[in-house]
T-cell receptor
């Protein structure tokens, strides 16, 4: 069964350092989402791509976060500089982009900022 | 703003049916009800979705009230592997709409 691949699975970094997460969606999925999940809360959308274009980045802290999906396939989410409050699970999801629009999530990347 | 209301936690005995309620009194006419679950340290997993008719698949059944203001997810024979946080989400079915998660219901299956 096809899966959304994410790496790294775990990342520990010191504040002010740069960190990057990678996501490879299910083949053929046009829509890609990055979510952030703080412990004890539901996932919150950071950015949504349709192919290589950003559809929604209204909740992305653009002073330190950036995301790209250059060829409309895999995607990278970067944080620079990392802050203590960025400690969270970063989840990537993809969907075909057609009804009913089921999202398939990866296992996530857990970030700890010291 | 939360569009759904769920109890924060529930327990269910192993082998019994688990019934998870969700209130969505402000649901729009074209919005579907989706259910996802998240097992500890994993990404959310799609369970089922519906508009106004009851739905059933290999994982669960979804019962939506006639006025569509509430629904119930039913796991017919709960196992320990069903212990997870369950999210009820309302969303247009246009295919590229985001999912907006609340805090969900933490379901614990008791041996």
């Amino acid at each position: 069964e096809a899966e959304v691949a994410q790496s790294p699975r775990y990342k520990i970094t010191e504040k002010s350092q740069a960190v990057a997460f990678w996501c490879d969606p299910i083949s053929g999925h046009a829509t890609l989402y990055w979510y952030r999940q703080i412990l004890g809360q539901g996932p919150e959308l950071l950015v949504q791509f349709q192919d290589e274009s950003v559809v929604d980045d209204s909740q992305l802290p653009k002073d330190r976060f950036s995301a790209e999906r250059l060829k409309g396939v895999d995607s990278t989410l970067k944080i620079q500089p990392a802050e203590l409050g960025d400690s969270a699970m970063y989840l990537c999801a993809s969907s075909l982009g057609t009804p009913p629009g089921e999202l398939f999530f990866g296992e996530g990347s857990r970030l700890t900022v010291l | 703003d939360a569009k759904t209301t769920q109890p924060p936690s529930m327990d269910c005995a192993e082998g019994r049916a688990a019934n998870l309620p969700c209130n969505h009194s402000t649901i729009s006419g074209n919005e579907y009800v989706y259910w996802y679950r998240q097992i500890h340290s994993q990404g959310p997993q799609y369970i089922i979705h519906g508009l106004k008719n009851n739905e059933t698949n290999e994982m669960a059944s979804l019962i939506i009230t006639e006025d569509r203001k509430s629904s119930t997810l039913i796991l017919p024979h709960a196992t320990l592997r069903d212990t997870a946080v369950y999210y009820c989400i309302v969303r247009p079915p246009f295919g590229n709409e985001k999912l907006t998660f609340g805090t969900g219901t933490r379901l614990t299956i008791i041996p």
